[in-house]
């Protein structure tokens, strides 16, 4: 996974951050998010070795910056490896006017962060929506919604075992499942779901279709790549999604972390060329070992001079390029669905 790129000057207009609220991006009453999945909790104890202080400028947490007549962000106080500068939480809809607000992804339960963002939304806030239930993106929806009486909407659940603590809307989205947002007479602002499984199950992206500017969690992000972790993540599903997106004709890329992303397709056809290159170093270490290899035993041989403290983020993602792997028959493992199992070349095909 790559570092996030550092801070700098940006054209976007912003405003000071108010100084309150938790630095850290945790409750008052200091208690960690619960009902993590394994690889959510390797990944969480790798971003702990590397923290990060506040970020500045328009990243810095608390700054509103407006990135167009409709669209305002503020990072939330939870900067780390993984999560970059912290989430970005975005408020949606005309800025003047009494018009209603929608606010996607209200981030970690942190109650400094959910005042200031209900302080910005003037009463107007009625419609809270999430990209996934990622504890960096989910947690603040019950505590936004308290303060402002406002309809939460999500995918769902994650499949299977083990996210029965995910958080519950009141609307499950399916894709396509549009919002109109009603005001007086400011801009028409219509929010799609896209459904865009890969780094989580429910996964959903949220086009602004006046704008063609997709709110993209954690599909895209601004300066780094994406953790795919089995079995809830799905590398073959994931780049499809990424080769969706690109018949669109986005204008631009609001991500979970990071800056506004101005050119998509050069964004996304660096998404899809980085995950080719890595898909063929995983199969060419396999090749080159000549005896089966665990996920550890690959990680080990392609990330050199990386940290091993940082090897549980990059093993879940070269579990899921194995796993993409063997649905095409080139590798094969005991127990797909066991990160331990050791991974083959497939045998060729016989020809008669």
Not at 95 to 119: F, K, Q, S, Y
């Amino acid at each position: 996974m790559a570092e996030p790129e550092k801070p700098g000057a940006s054209g976007a207009k912003v405003e000071p951050a108010l100084a309150r609220g938790s630095p850290s991006g945790r409750s008052p009453s200091g208690r960690s998010p619960s009902g993590r999945s394994p690889a959510e909790r390797d990944i969480g104890s790798s971003a702990a070795v590397a923290p990060q202080p506040p970020w500045t400028g328009e990243l810095a947490p608390g700054v509103i910056t407006a990135l167009s007549p409709r669209v305002r962000r503020i990072v939330a106080p939870n900067p780390s490896m993984m999560t970059g500068p912290g989430t970005g939480t975005y408020l949606v809809g005309a800025v003047n006017g009494n018009g209603e607000l929608a606010v996607i992804d209200p981030g970690p339960d942190d109650e400094g962060h959910l005042d200031r963002v209900a302080e910005i939304g003037r009463g107007r806030i009625r419609w809270v929506l999430i990209t996934h239930t990622h504890e960096d993106h989910a947690p603040g929806v019950p505590g936004l919604v308290a303060r402002t009486g406002a309809t939460s909407v999500g995918f769902g659940r994650r499949r299977g075992a083990g996210h029965e603590e995910d958080l519950v809307c009141d609307i499950d989205a399916p894709d396509g499942w549009s919002l109109t947002l009603e005001g007086d007479d400011g801009p028409v602002t219509t929010l799609r779901a896209l459904h865009t499984p890969g780094h989580a199950s429910n996964h959903l992206c949220w086009l602004l279709e006046q704008e063609q500017l997709l709110f993209s969690g954690d599909h895209i992000m601004d300066g780094s790549t994406v953790v795919i972790a089995p079995l809830d993540g799905d590398m073959t599903r994931y780049l499809s999604e990424l080769e969706r997106l690109k018949v669109l004709g986005l204008q631009a890329i609001a991500p979970g972390h990071g800056r506004l992303i101005t050119d998509p397709t050069a964004k996304i056809d660096e998404y899809l060329d980085h995950r080719r290159a890595r898909e063929e170093q995983v199969a060419a270490t396999l090749e080159a070992a000549g005896a089966p290899q665990t996920v550890d035993e690959v990680v080990a041989s392609i990330y050199t001079g990386v940290p091993e403290a940082l090897h549980p983020v990059a093993r879940y993602s070269v579990w899921a390029h194995l796993r993409k792997l063997g649905d095409e028959g080139r590798v094969s493992s005991d127990d797909r669905d066991d990160v331990s199992a050791a991974w083959s070349v497939a045998a060729p095909t016989a020809r008669h």
